[in-house]
């Protein structure tokens, strides 16, 4: 049987899935400059390679594509997503985007045809923030948005972002000097902020992360929007003490504190019984032991809704409670905000150009909003974007049962290359060009 190119999209995901490419024996956790990361950045630059791209590495590890338009230097299309994973994640949320971007430049080179503008493929390196307590901080660093004091942001094990940013480009030379000739070369690292006059569009395929298509019996969707999302880091301290000899009504457990704080941002969320969500979804106490009543505890909360307003509305309410119950049972509450971005409209042009080749592919229209936040939020800063969802079974991600159908990748790829076909129509002289 002939591979498909959207089966060769899956089955490199699937090869991504384990060791070197995750840091588990077992399943896949893939943080942003990690071992893993550099392997993975290795072999997806050769196959960008043999797709017939020029490839390099930015300023921010951010692993780059190009594949020259008809005049070199022109303006690119940029398809790109993610290659880090949330931890104990599945294989596909991210780099599905990045080797379908490979596909659709694979499919060029092999017929030989140039375009009027170039395409790049960008394997952003954090989208996740699964490693450091920020998200998104590389489409920020080409976007231009990057607001971030990369020393002073740091890792579980205490490794700043900086520190593990210049050990990893160190490391990074070292090894690639070994490496065989179909590989690239990274000794210049380049700039990883691009100009909004050298993109014409960003086009990211990514999983739904959810049930609708599935449900709908879809296998694709154009996207309209991606939800505002907010996160903080949230930091109790109480008084660690001994559990067997310290009485109940003495106690500052800290953990007791932060359960009934999580409760209550359920509550909040659930009580608002619109699209808002509210997670909770990591959560540590110190020091840990079963016999210390928990002195300290950190944990995250993720807030979200279509509607700023309504998701600043309850973050609003959600700071009062936790400052509340702290108060209540005297503990000491830090709040640091870490990250928050604005809800995003996909560009309508884009919008109708993805309609357009889904027909063509015999695909039937199907619109719908992303409550999962994607690099493309961070790229509609830059440029105007444009994002396809493909089904996934159960809608479940974020999980290692996360599972796609090659046909599904397959027919994504149509579509893209149906898109990219449009736009070349399309390009030039029409709205695009006047667009900043
Ligand atoms: C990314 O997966 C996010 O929505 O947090
Ligand atoms: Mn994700
Ligand atoms: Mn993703």
């Not at 002939?2 to 943080?31: H, I, K, M, N």
């Not at 009934?260 to 608002?272: F, K, N, Q, S, T």
Request: proline letters at 4%.
């Amino acid at each position: 049987m002939v591979e498909t190119g959207g089966a060769r999209a899956v089955a490199r995901c699937d090869a991504l899935g384990a060791a070197p490419y995750s840091e588990l024996e077992q399943g896949l956790y893939r943080g942003y400059l990690t071992p893993a990361y550099h392997a993975t950045v290795d072999l997806v630059g050769a196959w960008m390679v043999d797709a017939g791209m020029d490839v390099d590495l930015d300023a921010a590890a951010n692993l780059h594509g190009r594949y020259e338009g008809e005049a070199a230097g022109a303006p690119a299309l940029v398809i790109g997503s993610h290659l880090d994973s949330v931890r104990d994640g599945g294989c596909y949320d991210g780099p599905l985007g990045v080797m379908l971007g490979i596909e659709c430049v694979a499919a060029l080179n092999e017929q030989g045809r140039r375009l009027p503008f170039a395409i790049e493929v960008y394997g952003f390196g954090d989208e996740e923030g699964s490693r450091f307590p920020a998200a998104m901080l590389t489409s920020r660093a080409v976007a231009g948005t990057l607001d971030v004091d990369l020393g002073a942001i740091a890792d579980a094990e205490g490794v700043s972002m900086e520190v593990a940013l210049g050990s990893f480009k160190t490391d990074y030379d070292v090894v690639t000097a070994k490496t065989p000739t179909n590989t690239f070369s990274t000794r210049t690292y380049r700039a990883a902020r691009r100009a909004p006059e050298d993109i014409v569009a960003y086009l990211e395929a990514h999983i739904e992360q959810g049930p609708a298509l599935e449900a709908e019996g879809l296998a694709l969707g154009t996207v309209t929007g991606i939800a505002a999302q907010l996160r903080y880091a949230a930091t109790v301290r109480g008084m660690a003490g001994h559990a067997g000899t310290s009485s109940m009504p003495l106690r500052r457990d800290a953990l007791a504190g932060a359960a009934e704080m999580v409760l209550a941002i359920e509550e909040i969320a659930r009580a608002d019984g619109s699209d808002l969500v509210a997670t909770v979804g990591r959560l540590e106490a110190m020091p840990g032991a079963a016999n210390v009543i928990p002195g300290e505890v950190r944990f995250t909360i993720d807030v979200r809704s279509g509607e700023a307003a309504r998701r600043d509305r309850a973050a609003r309410e959600i700071l009062s409670r936790l400052e509340q119950i702290a108060s209540k049972r005297g503990l000491v509450l830090d709040l640091a905000r870490v990250h928050d971005l604005p809800a995003s409209p996909c560009d309508p042009v884009l919008m109708d150009l993805l309609d357009a080749a889904m027909v063509e592919a015999g695909q039937p229209v199907r619109r719908l909003v992303s409550g999962a936040g994607h690099d493309a939020m961070v790229m509609a800063s830059l440029c105007p974007t444009a994002m396809l969802f493909i089904r996934c079974k159960d809608g479940v991600s974020h999980n290692p049962a996360e599972h796609v159908e090659p046909a599904d990748a397959d027919a994504a790829l149509r579509v893209m290359r149906g898109f990219i076909e449009k736009l070349g129509q399309k390009h030039l002289g029409d709205s695009f060009a006047d667009r900043t």
